[in-house]
């Protein structure tokens, strides 16, 4: 079972950017869709970002135009680069393959606040 660890989270102001990592403990590079996820206190996960193997990106409406997926099969890593961050993208955010797999790792907390 590949195991999942993401990082980069931390606390922003609205505006502002953060960069997620997601590095796997093995090979990627069968994983034809990789996603980002996310979830805020009280409610349910739900889909970010996901990205095929050849490199076609998509996104939830409440992030297009400010976030932007990609990965590295190389280094076994999807990256998640956050733009102009508003409250609402509060949430602890995950990645995982796309449907998800039931392995989820701990993911990392984003906080948007001023």
């Known amino acids: 079972q590949v195991r999942l660890v993401e990082s980069g989270g931390g606390w922003v102001q609205p505006g502002g950017s953060l960069g997620l990592s997601c590095t796997a403990s093995?090979?990627?590079?069968?994983?034809?869709?990789m996603g980002w996820y996310r979830q805020a206190p009280g409610k349910q996960r739900e889909w970010v970002a996901a990205?095929?193997?050849?490199?076609?990106?998509d996104y939830a409406d409440s992030v297009k135009g400010r976030f932007t997926i990609s990965r590295d099969n190389a280094k076994n890593t999807v990256y998640l680069q956050m733009n102009n961050l508003k409250p609402e993208d509060t949430a602890v955010y995950y990645c995982?393959?796309?449907?998800?797999?039931?392995?989820w790792g701990q993911g990392t907390q984003v906080t948007v606040s001023s």
């Open positions: 093995g090979s990627i590079r069968s994983f034809v869709v």
């Open positions: 995982n393959r796309k449907p998800p797999s039931p392995y």
């Open positions: 990205i095929t193997s050849g490199g076609v990106s």
